[in-house]
């Protein structure tokens, strides 16, 4: 089991910038994947930035060269940081985490943060 708690979202100005954490129950070193993802209204959730393997990160086209992931090893938390927001980034970000067991896995989500962004 991992426990996801999301927290930094907000409402900013197009153009601004936001950093959302995310810290995790237990050490991400046995955690497979862990990223954001996010949901905007009558939208499916999205890949934003992840985390895979190692420190492989992938990015979703539309924030590549906007948006940051880290993490902070110490503090079992990734963080996303988000730079020239735009009014198409408001959404709920979700922060997962995927621990692979063998042939399966197990996806676990925080609760959301709301990020909204004015024009």
């Known amino acids: 089991q991992v426990q996801l708690v999301e927290s930094g979202g907000g409402l900013v100005q197009a153009g601004g910038s936001l950093r959302l954490s995310c810290a995790a129950s237990?050490?991400?070193?046995?955690?497979?994947?862990m990223g954001w993802y996010r949901q905007a209204p009558g939208k499916q959730r999205e890949l934003v930035a992840v985390?895979?393997?190692?420190?492989?990160?992938d990015y979703a086209d539309s924030v590549k060269g906007r948006f940051t992931i880290s993490r902070d090893n110490a503090k079992n938390t990734v963080y996303l940081q988000m730079n020239s927001l735009k009014p198409e980034d408001t959404a709920v970000y979700y922060c997962?985490?995927?621990?692979?067991?063998?042939?399966?896995?197990?996806?676990?989500w925080g609760q959301g943060t709301q990020v909204t962004v004015s024009s």
């Open positions: 237990r050490s991400i070193f046995s955690i497979n994947a």
């Open positions: 997962n985490a995927r621990v692979v067991a063998g042939p399966s896995f197990d996806d676990y």
């Open positions: 985390f895979r393997s190692g420190s492989k990160t």
